[in-house]
């Protein structure tokens, strides 16, 4: 991977004891100018690393600090070309884990998530799966949203990045990974992945941040969101409704 810079723990060498976690994961953060935002999340990120779960930041060209801020608190810090789907590529590439998971930077995961992710992968058959969403905000509308946005999710196989896409590396691999498009690159990897197996679907919910629907209006979010997926599924580029969503 020339042109990429990357600070990264030795992993090799690693012991496991009796009762701990058996299968290695890779969490795979994106980030872009998140420098106000970074110390709640490299709190969070902390312990899971401790877990001995390998966490990969990939800043996407930040004019912030953040790169630098995340490898000050001791993180592995990988710059690569800008666009969420292309730096979550770039981060699965390097990472060693089984099971790589893709962490927005305004998510975070539920108390025992790494224990939930290892009890729903460990039949051979399982290749990927989601976590359900709870969305933080203000807004009585917002936990309708997300129960919606979760059976929608049931009924037809699709994550959203919301929702902590987690997936065997190996299938990532067969997938292509995330198609570098602009917008709806999770839509995409589900359509691909489901062709082979749906999703384990898990209850335990990650909570992430409403500001986006708060700031512009939950309801005209959810037209905006809406129209969004029904042009996609009709043939709309990405680049197309990437524009109409700034």
């Known amino acids: 991977m020339s ?37 709640p999340l490299l709190a969070h990120l902390a312990p899971l690393q401790r877990q001995a779960c390998e966490v990969i930041l990939v800043d996407g060209g930040s004019t912030d600090g953040s790169a630098a801020l995340a490898r000050d608190s001791g993180f592995t810090v990988l710059d690569a070309p800008g666009g969420r789907a292309r730096q979550m590529n770039a981060g699965a590439d390097l990472a060693a884990g089984h099971i ?13 998530a790494l224990q939930e992710i290892d009890r729903a ?35 037809t196989g699709i994550a959203t990045g919301d929702q902590a896409i987690f997936v065997r590396r190996d299938v990532f ?35 992430t941040s409403g500001r986006r629907w708060e700031s512009r209006g939950v309801w005209r979010t959810i037209l905006l ?6 042009r996609y599924w009709l043939g709309a580029s990405p680049e197309a409704l990437a524009r109409d969503y700034r």
């Not at 807004?139 to 049931?154: D, G, Q, T």
């Not at 969101?225 to 029904?230: I, K, P």
């Open 173 to 207: 691999q067969q997938a292509g990974g995330y198609t570098e498009q602009p917008l709806v690159e999770d839509i995409a990897l589900s359509r691909q992945i489901k062709g082979r197996a749906r999703p384990v679907c898990l209850r335990e919910c990650v909570t």
């Open 100 to 112: 790589l998971l893709f962490l927005h930077a305004d998510t975070r995961l539920p108390p025992g």
């Open 225 to 230: 969101m809406w129209t969004l997926r029904l």
């Open 121 to 155: 992968m460990s039949p051979p058959k399982q290749e990927w799966g989601r976590f359900d969403v709870r969305i933080e905000g203000s807004s009585r509308w917002l936990p309708v949203i997300a129960a919606l946005m979760n059976l929608r999710s049931r009924l």
């Open 3 to 39: 042109g990429l810079h990357s600070e990264r723990p030795g992993l090799s060498g690693m012991r496991v004891r009796p009762g701990e976690r058996t299968t290695k994961l890779s969490i795979v953060v994106p980030i872009l100018d998140e420098a106000a935002a970074l110390p």
